[in-house]
């Protein structure tokens, strides 16, 4: 008998539960609307329903400050596009064989907006809750930087007959220019309005001018790299 009122009331707190999650999605449905920024019969949903999405973005990207780079970026948005601007800063330091990295770098990305996912509450077109903006945009992207470090390198000794030699420390200096181009592709969250996360992937072509040893840079994520790359970014910003 227990068995069965257990199982009459779970069936009861399930059904229970399933008619609240639709009367709550009907309540939503009824509250909000769901449009499509890019709809050819519309020439801006800001126009339409008087939302007030800011249309200035300033990025930041968290996650190469680990790597020694402060990188900010500056975004305008227009109907279906966006200009963005990158600058950043590399200093990086390392003791125990006197590094030293320092120099600069800009990119600069024009996205096209695929798809704007828009939510809009009908009674109070005010309150647009998000704003998701699905883009693709060619990039060309510029560095130069300044990359010193010291090795202990064995150096033959050409007077020795038992060819004997000593340790010598060699310090290599070399300036990396380089130029990169390609496209990505990502997502824009605008969140309450005063927030936004971006990120993206894609790839490209990058092409280094290295003045010193070259040997040095001869890897995928080398400074001096050259040949196909990948890209992923991703970065927290504030809307204005």
Known sequence: MKKVLISLLLVFVVSFSLVAQEVNDEKKRDDYTLIAADDPTINSFSDKYNSPFRTNHFYFDPFQVFGGVFQVGYEKDADNVSFTLFVSGILRER????????????????RFHQYNFVKIKKIDPQKATYNHIVYFA???KYQNVNDKYTETEWVPDPNNPWGGGNQVIVEHNNLVTSYAGGIIFGMKMILMKKMVLDFYAGGGLKISDVIGDLNAYNGLWSLGYSGVMPKLGFQLGANF
Do not use: K, M, T
């Open 95 to 110: 003791s125990w064989n006197n590094a030293y990295r320092a120099g600069l770098g800009g990119e600069i990305q024009v």
């Open 138 to 140: 060619p990039f060309f």
